[in-house]
């Protein structure tokens, strides 16, 4: 199972440790691995990358968890979408965790299976 997420979206629907952006978005990151000790799945996280000056996506790995910071002319929602469309594995096996409706609709003409952000974050409480 391969679980796609949209990072930003779901940071703001839970109760993150830290006073500053950087440190709740680390705080997601760790309370996704703890997910994965007990829920065997593939996570990718995807943030806007509104501040990476590069005009290509960047990729980077924290243990079982692949994040992926759009390019600065795109956004979270863009990369989204196209990991979507360029999919390796069946729709069956790809879960989205988003509550961004263009997303939503994407998916579901896609046959994907959508969480919203606010059930997941209810995982975690």
């Known amino acids: 199972m391969q679980i796609i997420i949209d990072g930003y979206n779901l940071m703001y629907c839970m109760k993150l440790k830290?006073?500053?952006?950087?440190?709740?978005?680390?705080?997601?990151i760790d309370e996704l691995h703890q997910f994965l000790e007990v829920n065997n799945a593939d996570i990718v996280i995807v943030?806007?990358?509104?501040?990476n000056l590069s005009m290509h996506k960047s990729i980077e790995k924290q243990g079982k968890i692949k994040i992926i910071y759009s390019a600065n002319n795109q956004t979270a929602d863009d990369v989204i979408?196209?990991?979507?469309?360029n999919r390796k594995?069946?729709?069956?096996?790809?879960v989205v965790v988003t509550s961004d409706r263009k997303?939503?609709?994407?998916?579901?003409?896609?046959?994907?299976?959508?969480v919203k952000s606010m059930?997941?974050?209810?995982y975690f409480e």
Do not use: P, T, W
């Not at 943030?47 to 501040?51: I, N």
């Not at 594995?89 to 790809?94: M, Q």
């Open 18 to 28: 830290g006073e500053s952006f950087q440190e709740k978005r680390q705080s997601l």
């Open 103 to 114: 997303i939503i609709d994407y998916a579901v003409l896609n046959r994907i299976k959508i």
């Open 119 to 122: 059930d997941f974050a209810e």
């Open 81 to 85: 979408i196209e990991m979507i469309k």
């Open 89 to 94: 594995i069946k729709a069956r096996n790809i």
């Open 47 to 51: 943030f806007d990358g509104h501040r």
